[in-house]
């Protein structure tokens, strides 16, 4: 069975936007018919931007919305592995399954962002280190979530060691919550997506470059014996669309970007516009969902307008 094409709504928090602000995007996000709301996991601003009041914590923020909605899918691209241990974390994710009715979608990352590590006094290895880290993490999380009930579940890696743990508590779905890997690495990155993911996700790349990377996840899928057709594709792009010129310029100079740029490389313009644009994405790479990057958390006519005016035209 084919699956249908999802519209995601995706927020950076730490560009500027309390809880408070982040509801209403979630709320608006449900009330207009999106399948998803995410966000990211950063605890520093990026760019020139006040980043007032401060940052919010991903994984709070998705508990206290698991009981503010009751429909949409809730979770993060992407968790930086560098910020919480593994175990904790697995927690963290199962009990916000739980309080969600079994929305969670969890994605995890290497971590890759040195300066908000330094501000928050977070470890941030070498590159290769935080790789084999994040091999670890994510064998051992999804190894806690899939531990039959009333077994333990143990691990001895070089970086985390698990000893007799009871794999509480489990998360709603099943066998686990979605797991999403993305970036673009050329071999382990691949590698990892194809031992764990449920979805691989690219973002702010070309469609070429998407392509490219789709294709080292479904090599590396075939190299260990599973189904490339597992693994949905999707990608995110900044969402920049009017219902006409004027409109569509005032949007771009509200987040600090030039229209003929974002028409390039996110998606922006009309909404004509931006049909065709994830038409020619669904054909070039196959995705079947798309991150919308909303970076004006305070335009939710931004939000209800693409809901109105592209999604109803996506099959």
Not at 277 to 286: L, N, Q, S, V
């Amino acid at each position: 069975m084919t699956e249908s094409f999802k519209l995601r709504i995706f927020t950076e928090p730490q560009q500027g936007a309390s809880y408070d602000d982040l509801l209403r995007v979630a709320q608006a996000t449900e009330a207009a018919g999106y399948d998803a709301f995410f966000r990211s996991d950063h605890y520093l601003k990026m760019g020139s931007v006040s980043g007032d009041p401060g940052p919010t914590d991903a994984w709070v923020t998705l508990g206290a919305l698991a009981r503010e909605t009751s429909r949409v899918r809730l979770g993060t691209l992407m968790s930086a592995g560098t910020f919480r241990l593994p175990g904790p974390l697995a927690i963290a994710a199962a009990q916000v399954d739980q309080m969600s009715g079994g929305r969670v979608e969890f994605g995890l990352g290497s971590g890759w962002y040195e300066q908000e590590h330094a501000a928050y006094g977070i470890p941030f290895p070498a590159l290769r280190e935080r790789f084999d880290r994040y091999a670890e993490q994510l064998e051992i999380i999804t190894g806690l979530w899939g531990t039959p009930a009333g077994e333990t579940f143990d691990f001895a890696g070089r970086y985390y060691e698990l000893s007799d743990s009871p794999a509480l508590p489990k998360p709603v779905q099943s066998p686990r919550p979605p797991v999403l890997i993305g970036g673009g690495g050329k071999k382990r990155t691949p590698e990892l997506a194809a031992r764990f993911a449920d979805e691989f996700n690219l973002p702010f790349v070309d469609v070429d470059t998407a392509a490219a990377q789709y294709e080292r996840v479904d090599a590396a899928c075939r190299a260990i014996g599973r189904d490339p057709g597992e693994i949905a594709r999707s990608c995110a792009l900044v969402l920049c669309v009017g219902k006409d010129e004027a409109e569509i310029a005032r949007r771009a100079a509200a987040i600090g970007r030039d229209v003929a740029e974002l028409r390039t490389n996110g998606l922006a313009g009309t909404p004509a516009e931006a049909v065709d644009k994830i038409g020619a994405w669904r054909e070039r790479t196959g995705i079947t969902r798309l991150y919308l990057q909303v970076l004006d958390l305070t335009d939710l006519g931004h939000i209800d307008l693409v809901a109105a005016e592209v999604a109803r035209q996506l099959g």
